[in-house]
């Protein structure tokens, strides 16, 4: 009887140590993206290299939210991650000041210079869609 009860003791021992350390690298790999995506935020660079971007023409309608705002952007290629420029515009002084228009963004241009642009009055208004 005593083999079976350290034969059961060292596997339970193996399996917590094994638990642990995979707890331990989930919770580090979740630690890294969210750095990483974080990071992002602060420091996402223009998706083309400056002054070898591309104009792009973005018509944004009325009540289009700053999460489909992103969308759009990203659909245009104009961001890498829609969801990023949503969380960018909520920190940034651009925060409900986006304006309905017709756009022209290039992609050399960061989010926060998007950002400038959307929240002044375009030369062609949108009105709403029907």
């Not at 917590?16 to 919770?27: D, E």
Request: proline share 2%; no cysteine.
């Amino acid at each position: 009887m005593k083999t079976k009860q350290v034969v059961v003791a060292v596997l339970g021992t193996i399996f917590k140590v094994v638990a642990a350390i995979v707890i331990v690298y989930f919770v580090y790999e979740a630690s890294m993206m969210a750095y990483d995506y974080g990071y992002r935020v602060f420091t996402e660079p223009a998706m083309a290299k400056e002054g070898e971007g591309v104009d792009i023409t973005v018509d944004i309608t009325m009540g289009k939210t700053e999460k489909q705002i992103g969308q759009i952007l990203e659909s245009k290629g104009l961001v890498r991650d829609g969801n990023l420029f949503y969380i960018q515009t909520l920190l940034s002084e651009y925060s409900g000041k986006l304006l309905p228009g017709s756009y022209v963004l290039n992609t050399s241009m960061t989010a926060k210079e998007m950002m400038e642009i959307m929240s002044t009055e375009p030369e062609e208004e949108i009105v709403a869609e029907e």
